[in-house]
């Protein structure tokens, strides 16, 4: 019973001192703007094609499904343009969009960190007097910190459109009152909630698969193993937070 | 001057080297020998500092080494050249890239210096026309010289090597052993080199220095590592059959 739990809170202090090493001030900062454009491109941009296929499917689901659902002269077809902004919103865009990256990007930094460590490219930075953690890490987390949010915003954009597009072609609601219902009642706070959000689903995805990674050992078999690993708990983390965060900021 | 003193060494509890004492050869090649596990890469790790270590001390020229602070280490590191057992490239950077990173680190030169630097370093090990390939583009023999190339990129007083020539093909891998002992001679380092290859040994060998489970086994020139009466050494210095008969060919007068 005990040895599950100082497992987990010495990975928890591993973590920790590895964040300390990541977020330790940088010597050239030429060299670290480079490596955070590089990333920026790979784990963003890279990323925006599958968001995109996925959040149009997504919002036309939840359109047809949630009309379906409540199917009744009662209420307004418009309320059906609502409750997709709504959910899209509040959750499915920032959590879903998190839950794709945990396993684009998950296991890439895992498995390429791992790949250094190895192989030992990390070893080789020490040699030449990097901090390894910092170079290799800190750009994909301020990547993806930045990014995140970008791709969640840009998800919601695409739902609303994948929305429209189900409601339409099913015929469960008009062009007319699904437009009129995603700008009904609209909270801006909302927005900074799930942008809160995306950016801190960011900095755990990146950092708990660089954790995974940095600290790899022994073949290619432990890299794989270890990458897998990454997407399982960056995936879990990102759900415990949902829910923690959402307590926190919207009650 | 490198020299260690009473070095140990544990990982999790198993001690893995026991109060070690060298002083390596100025501007000679110093290689550790021994058999897989025998603890030669954790030694090697040790005396960069890549590794930290229990007791003992290590001395870079009456400096104490493994006491200082990341800073000063690095001052000391500028004098290091390291190449790593699988040459340890960077993946995502090209050839050219992978010989500049030093330069990028250590020193403010403008591009054009970095660059013509790069191309002197990469001439200095027989390496033309690849620098915008990358790692994987290019054979395990030039991936070795590469990285040799940006070991000796800050003009090092001291350079290490873990296993130079394991998984070349042996007319490869006399090649690097040659280029390893030239450049010593050449750019003046004093070099030390982990191999458990015998050839090596009798190629460019100055010093050399046999761990057996995580001790100091023997020291000696190669010269008198053929007539050692010590047996585990001879075990390992004798492990093939061709060896085995010239040194009994030897023994008995034939030669
Ligand atoms: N990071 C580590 N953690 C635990 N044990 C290690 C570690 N690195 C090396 N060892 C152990 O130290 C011993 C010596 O390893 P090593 O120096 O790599 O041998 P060699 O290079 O001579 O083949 C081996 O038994 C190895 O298992
Ligand atoms: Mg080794």
């Known amino acids: 019973m005990t040895k599950p739990f100082r497992e987990l809170f010495s990975h928890i202090g591993r973590y920790m001192i590895l964040m300390g090493r990541v977020f330790a001030p940088p010597e050239k900062k030429r060299m670290y703007y480079r490596q955070t454009i590089k990333e920026i491109e790979f784990l963003g941009i890279n990323s925006m094609g599958i968001v995109a296929i996925i959040s149009v499917f997504i919002g036309a689901v939840i359109t047809i499904q949630t009309a379906y659902n409540t199917e009744s002269p009662l209420y307004p077809s418009y309320l059906l343009g609502l409750a997709v902004r709504d959910i899209l919103l509040l959750e499915f865009s920032s959590t879903i969009v998190a839950l794709i990256l945990s396993g684009k990007i998950g296991s890439n930094i895992a498995s390429e960190l791992g790949t250094m460590r190895v192989t030992e490219q990390i070893d080789a930075l020490e040699i030449m007097g990097v901090n390894s953690a910092s170079y290799l890490i800190m750009p994909k987390i301020v990547a993806a910190v930045f990014f995140l949010p970008f791709l969640t915003i840009m998800s919601i954009f695409i739902g609303l459109f994948g929305g429209w597009l189900g409601g339409v072609a099913t015929g469960v609601v008009s062009s007319h009152d699904y437009i009129y219902g995603i700008q009904y009642a609209f909270i801006p706070y909302y927005v900074t909630y799930t942008l809160i959000k995306a950016a801190i689903f960011g900095f755990i995805i990146t950092s708990v698969s660089s954790y995974r990674g940095y600290y790899a050992y022994g073949g290619a078999l432990q890299v794989g193993k270890n990458s897998t690993r990454a997407v399982v708990e960056s995936s879990i983390i990102v759900l415990i937070f949902n829910y923690v965060l959402t307590q926190l900021l919207l009650t | ?255």
């Open chain 2, 1 to 255: 001057m490198i020299k260690i003193e009473h070095l140990y060494k544990e990982f999790q509890h198993a001690e893995v080297l026991k109060d070690i004492s060298v002083e390596f050869q100025e501007k000679k090649t110093n290689m550790i020998i021994g058999q897989s596990g025998s603890g030669k890469t954790v030694l090697l790790k040790c005396i960069i500092g890549l590794l930290d270590i229990d007791q003992g001390r290590i001395l870079y020229d009456d400096i104490v080494f493994n006491q200082l602070n990341f800073k000063k280490k690095k001052e000391i590191r500028k004098n290091i050249g390291m190449v790593f057992q699988g040459g340890a490239l960077f993946d995502s950077e090209t050839v050219e890239q992978n010989v500049k990173f030093p330069l990028d680190m250590f020193t403010n030169m403008t591009e054009d210096e970095k660059h013509r630097r790069v191309n002197e370093c990469l001439e200095r090990v027989n390496i033309h026309n690849v620098n915008s390939l990358y790692p994987a583009e290019i054979s395990g023999g030039m991936q070795k010289r590469v990285a040799i190339a940006r070991a000796i990129a800050l003009n090092p007083k001291y350079l290490f090597f873990d296993e130079p020539i394991s998984g070349l093909d042996p007319k490869t891998a006399i090649r690097i052993d040659r280029l390893i002992g030239e450049l010593t001679k050449d750019i003046e380092t004093t070099t030390i080199i982990n191999t458990h290859d015998m050839n090596s040994v009798m190629e460019i060998g100055d010093k050399v220095i046999f761990l057996y489970n995580g001790e100091k086994w023997w020291e000696g020139s190669r010269e008198e590592i053929l007539h050692s009466d010590n047996p585990e050494l001879n075990d390992f210095v004798f492990a093939t059959n061709l060896a085995k008969t010239v040194r009994d060919l030897r023994k008995s007068g034939h030669t």
